[in-house]
């Protein structure tokens, strides 16, 4: 029974506490105030949430000049799917944020480079949104350039077309940094025979050095 008790009254704190950050965020003077303030309560209740190991639990407005591209995105957009992602925004609003990384200062895409190209290219959209994109920002343990590339290809192939070309050339920089054929097939997506073709996409005899064409392979055997 105490301990109903007890919780309703932190349950009545908490809706008290909520009016009174609201009021008090409507009496900031102006628009970028309310965004940052919002944004620092989000974070700040993301840090006790218990689904904060999911990116998507904290969604913050960025200004869309502080988020820069990466060089490695494999997705390929064409004009009528732009166009598409245009309407979509624009009739529905940003229903999908895009997810980020920290590098110091400056925030990199991981994935959402079109949607946030949609409200750089077109007026009415970035007038909707004050000049702002949704974000997350991708875990701690995901942050080395490898892991990125890795999500970057992993939330690009879950959804679309893919440059093949440029797919080659993030395998080819994913095996220079050391990665073994297991891990960029576990963490990329891709089957053994996917991945032999695209190594053989570069013409680099410099990839298959590590590849043992006479033994299956061994998804446990990461490097």
Known sequence: MKHTIKMETIQSEIKDLVSSLRDAVALLPDTNSKIEALNYARAELHSVSPLAHHPVDCVQWVKS????????????VAPPEMQLLYESILNDGYTMPIVSFIDTDMRKIVDGFHRRETERRNKDISASTLGYVPVTTIRDSQKDTGNRMASTIRHNRARGSHNIELMSQIVTELVEMGKGDAWICKHVGM?????????????????????????????????
């Open 65 to 76: 000049d502080d988020i820069e591209a990466n060089e490695y995105n494999p997705n390929a």
């Open 191 to 223: 089957s053994i025979d996917e991945l032999l073709r695209m190594k053989q996409i570069t013409g680099l005899a410099s990839l298959f050095t590590n590849t043992d064409f006479s033994q299956s392979w061994d998804a446990g055997n990461e490097n």
